[in-house]
């Protein structure tokens, strides 16, 4: 569960939460990524047995792949960009004899009876555009399983898009919607949409291949799985009011809010009191920890209660936080992820110790800053800097 919004009920302060899972819809969503990552694996095979393998990364120019061809022996077909086999195809006088196939091989794959330059262009093509597919939900899953649940998108706004409220419903944070590697997100989008390649085999017969990554009803892999969600197809009616007619991508906040809560997606909690008998770091130590982030604007809530990350803050900066006072010497402690729990009301089913950022690796990533959560991280540096360390914490070793 996830704390949110505040609100006040006969003087007690409360907080919204989301009774979904994230951890849970993540790991659906992997399972779901793993077929796309089958589609990549495909289309990188493909890609790197063009031409014998002698194409090793990118496009060739046509020239550079017809030696390759002419130097292995096929037969070019000028007119159709084209060249074959000619121990799997004999063309003699315009009549075309099937020889004895060659294991593994058949007409309509051109590994080992032709090949086309501009199928073979394709195959590279269509492998950066699924791969940059793959990185990007790649990217998209571990933002959301690491971000903690703020549903300021819909609670502070008069309307609310489908895809918002579709994540409240699953656990997801609507507010990573609009942030790095989910701007302008809509089910709908098409990044990485790439035209049809038109081409002839050694026939001289019109083919025509797609990437075929939208299409799913023109929807992406990911994009079309949240799409049959029970969920998405309860919020499309709420939005329709059962007129499909009426479709609109956005919904009233306040309506929207009312039938959460309705139908048990969503519920109010009071904030839980700390238990300061069990304090690792001490509280002479610990309170200076919290008015110090509280001041930056990292922390909110009352110090005797379970203290609350700050609207926009994340888990990932909660790990550095745990680090950075071990590292800076501010205390002593072997376990410093379980301790920090003790005071900041941890949420997430993930742990702790693994809430850290891990970039993108991959060249055709547009994804990849390590600088995402510089902003929290410099707000905790500014507040432990004023910090002096506690000489008398040895917890729990």
Known sequence: M???????????????????YTHKTVAELREELLRVKSIVDYWKDKSDKRAFGEIKAGNISFEKWREIYASFGWIELEEYRCFY???SVSIDEEIITAL??????????????????ELDKSYSSFWKVWNK???????????????????????????????????????????????????????????????????????????????????????????????QKKEYVLIERLATRGQPSDFSDRLSSSKFNEWAYKNNYIEDRVPMIRNTVESPFGEGFAFSLFSG???????????????????????????????????????????????????????STYPLEDQFFKPAIDKFSETDDEKIFKQECDLINSALDNIEPNKAINYGE
């Not at 593994?104 to 086309?116: P, R």
């Not at 017969?205 to 939208?214: F, G, M, P, R």
């Not at 809530?301 to 994340?314: E, H, I, K």
């Open 2 to 20: 996830y704390d949110i919004t505040r609100k006040k009920y006969n003087g007690e302060m409360k907080f919204t939460v989301t009774r979904a």
């Open 85 to 87: 086999n000619p121990n």
């Open 100 to 117: 004895p196939s060659i294991e593994g091989n058949s007409d309509n794959e051109q590994s080992g009876t032709w090949a086309s330059y």
């Open 133 to 227: 597919y793959y990185q990007k939900w790649c990217f998209r899953l571990n933002k959301l399983e690491m971000a903690r649940f703020d549903m300021r998108r819909v609670s502070q706004t008069q309307t609310t898009r489908i895809e918002e409220a579709l994540f409240v419903l699953l656990g997801l944070s609507p507010s990573v919607q609009g942030t790095e590697g989910f701007e302008n997100f809509s089910l709908s989008e098409r990044l990485f949409e790439t035209d049809s390649i038109e081409y002839q085999d050694y026939q001289g017969n019109k083919l025509v291949i797609n990437s075929n990554l939208y299409s799913n009803d023109d929807y992406g892999h990911l994009e079309w799985y949240l799409k």
């Open 293 to 347: 982030l509280v001041e930056v604007g990292y922390l909110k809530g009352s110090f005797d209660c379970m203290w609350n990350l700050a609207d926009g803050m994340s888990w990932m900066s909660l790990h550095y936080l745990a680090n950075e006072i071990v590292n800076r010497k501010l205390i002593q402690t072997n376990s410093p992820f379980e301790h920090i729990k003790k005071y900041i009301h941890y949420a």
